[in-house]
């Protein structure tokens, strides 16, 4: 298939795009660098204008949603690079002769807004703060191809890990040192999933031809935030027993805050429910295959 990614540049989109290769598709990624290629075999566009007909989108453009602190201008930002960008995609496919058969666009697990311990499939209410109100936006605009006739998937997705990008590369300097340690009393949902299951998630969006909705990309072994810390110091062979306060997190990131000390217990029912089997459903396995013996 002819498959148009946004976001392909990034850390899930370049493996996407290295998976997709794999299986003897094209992708073309739309970016703002046409000439910089993330690997051979890539085609990239500045525009929308230069893509011709494809089979499938895979939406994954926004701003990384920790980096900045949250000023009006920054928030018009992240609302612009997800809405905005889903807005343009919507138009381009409403001019076109033969429309893509497939839209896999991205969310997060903070359209749940915080929540206690409760666990979550697709069907939970939505939040109500800043990261909720973004990630509703963001799927409306997305499911509104579906009155173009493209069958539509929104993908609700965790902490993502893998040790060259997102949180975690954040989080092994500190762990390795052995100051690493939960973030304000530990007791908040962590979420998350290994890039390889997400990728895996996103390709068998594509080529399940039942697949539309919501779907949540998170593992099935979510755990505290404290667990999450004991979990990664005994796979790094490192004490963590550190705790960061709250004040000092808030005091740091002000509002964006909220997302380090509040979660979710997210589940992935609708996957599980269809058939999608994961490779890493454990926080430890995961860990283990990510980073493999301590000193590697």
Known sequence: ????????????????????????????????????????????????????????????????????????????ALHDSRIGTTQALLAWMAALPERPQVLVSGSAIGWYGPRDSTPLDETASPGHDFAAMLCRQWEAEALKAEALGVRTCVLRTGIVLEREGGALQKMLPPFRMGLGGPMGDGRQWMSWIHREDLVGMILWLLANGRARGAYNGTAPGTVTNRTFATTLGEVLQRPARLTTPAFALRLAFGERAGLLLTGQNVQPAHALAEGFTFQHPSLAGALQAILGAPDD
């Open 1 to 76: 298939m002819q498959i148009l990614i946004t976001g392909g540049t990034g850390f899930i989109g370049r493996r996407l795009c290295a998976r997709l290769l794999a299986d003897g598709h094209t992708p073309i990624v739309l970016t703002r660098r046409p000439g910089r290629t993330p690997q051979p075999g890539i085609h990239s566009v500045g525009t929308l204008a230069e893509v011709g007909p494809v089979q499938a989108v895979v939406n994954l453009a926004g701003e990384p949603l920790m980096d900045g602190r949250w000023s009006e201008a920054r928030k018009q």
